[in-house]
């Protein structure tokens, strides 16, 4: 079973910007897509930025602009730069291969905080 290590979160202001970043056990990125998740409390787990194999990559409506993913398949890093950051992203995220916007591997990584507050 593959496990995910996520960091970089933290508190920012309104505007502000964080790099995200998720480590994996193994080398999958040339296996999945792959995808960052959030989840805020009292609501469910949603799919905010995903790369394909081949790089392509997509976003949520609510991040699209201000959200950046992208990885290190030698590093097994997957990374999202985050700008322009709002209250509304507060979240705990996470990352996970994934088969369209449906996680793979169900065992999920403690995800890193993201508060934006004044």
């Known amino acids: 079973q593959v496990q995910f290590v996520e960091s970089g979160g933290g508190l920012v202001q309104p505007g502000g910007s964080l790099r995200l970043s998720c480590t994996a056990s193994?080398?999958?990125?040339?296996?999945?897509?792959m995808g960052w998740y959030r989840q805020a409390p009292g609501k469910q787990r949603e799919l905010v930025a995903g790369i394909s194999r081949s790089g392509t990559t997509r976003y949520a409506d609510s991040v699209k602009g201000r959200f950046t993913i992208s990885r290190d398949i030698a590093a097994n890093t997957l990374y999202l730069q985050m700008n322009s950051l709002k209250p509304e992203d507060t979240a705990n995220y996470y990352c996970?291969?994934?088969?369209?916007?449906?996680?793979?591997?169900?065992?999920w990584g403690q995800g890193t905080q993201v508060t934006v507050s004044s």
């Open positions: 193994t080398s999958i990125f040339r296996l999945y897509a």
């Open positions: 996970n291969a994934r088969e369209d916007i449906r996680p793979v591997f169900e065992s």
